[in-house]
């Protein structure tokens, strides 16, 4: 049984789809891996897998890969895209991110996963949208893969829908050689000691394709 705190007023404005969530997973996942939980507690996280995904709450890479507390690093971004290796001074959330996962945690694998219907990469496929906001934060993020949009936009055989698809892989293939520049990265890929790969994620069917690392193009795994 889950207590609710005393003070009703703060909680009453806290969303009822949360707190029922939070009491399904008090008595279903942590309830089943309690003793998981603990020693994760005690003894640290050890991921062996950062992954960087996008924000939309449709491609979530716990859910995808079915991983349980403790297996993945996740850094979620609009697009998620990784920008190049700029020391500037400047905050740098994926950087910092990455910087974490590599340098402290010493994953082995690094998963750049894109996703179909991806809103950031629609953006920037449609660079004269409105702003969102003053500061247009998307469209500064977005700018980064502006050149490959604009290429893309050129291309009048695809369909907006193919055009969609085409940036959503190439920003991926984009974002893993800006993962080269950080030397960090770089250094331990030519040691063998990490490993980039690419993913791209259908929501409406819930195919998973694969980067090929020589070709660069992507491909369903092969079935079990
Ligand atoms: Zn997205």
């Excluded at 707190?19 to 942590?30: A, P, Q």
Aim: charged letters at 20%; aromatic letters at 8%; proline letters at 7%.
């Amino acid at each position: 049984m889950i207590r609710i705190p005393a003070n009703r007023i703060c909680m009453s404005a806290f969303p009822e789809q949360l707190l029922n969530g939070y009491r399904s997973f008090m008595s279903g996942r942590y309830a089943h891996e309690t003793n998981r939980y603990r020693e994760l507690a005690r003894s640290g996280q050890s991921p062996e897998t950062l992954i960087v995904a996008c924000c939309d709450s449709r491609a979530a890479p716990e859910t995808i890969f079915d991983a349980g507390p403790g297996e993945l690093f996740v850094v979620r971004n609009v697009a998620n895209l990784v920008p190049p290796y700029s020391p500037d001074g400047e905050y740098h959330s994926t950087s910092a991110a990455l910087e974490f996962a590599v340098q402290s945690l010493k994953v082995k694998n690094i998963v750049v996963m894109g996703h179909g219907r991806c809103g950031g990469i629609r953006a920037a496929l449609s660079p004269v949208a409105e702003p969102l906001s003053p500061g247009d934060f998307i469209g500064k993020w977005m700018s980064l893969v502006a050149p490959a949009a604009e290429d893309v936009s050129k291309n009048t055989m695809l369909t907006a829908a193919e055009r969609q698809t085409a940036l959503e892989r190439i920003s991926i293939r984009f974002s893993i050689a800006n993962l080269r520049t950080f030397p960090c990265v770089s250094i331990l890929e030519k040691k063998e000691r990490l490993t980039l790969h690419g993913a791209w994620f259908d929501i409406s069917t819930g195919e998973l394709w694969i980067m090929n690392p020589e070709t660069g193009d992507f491909e369903r795994p092969e079935a079990e």
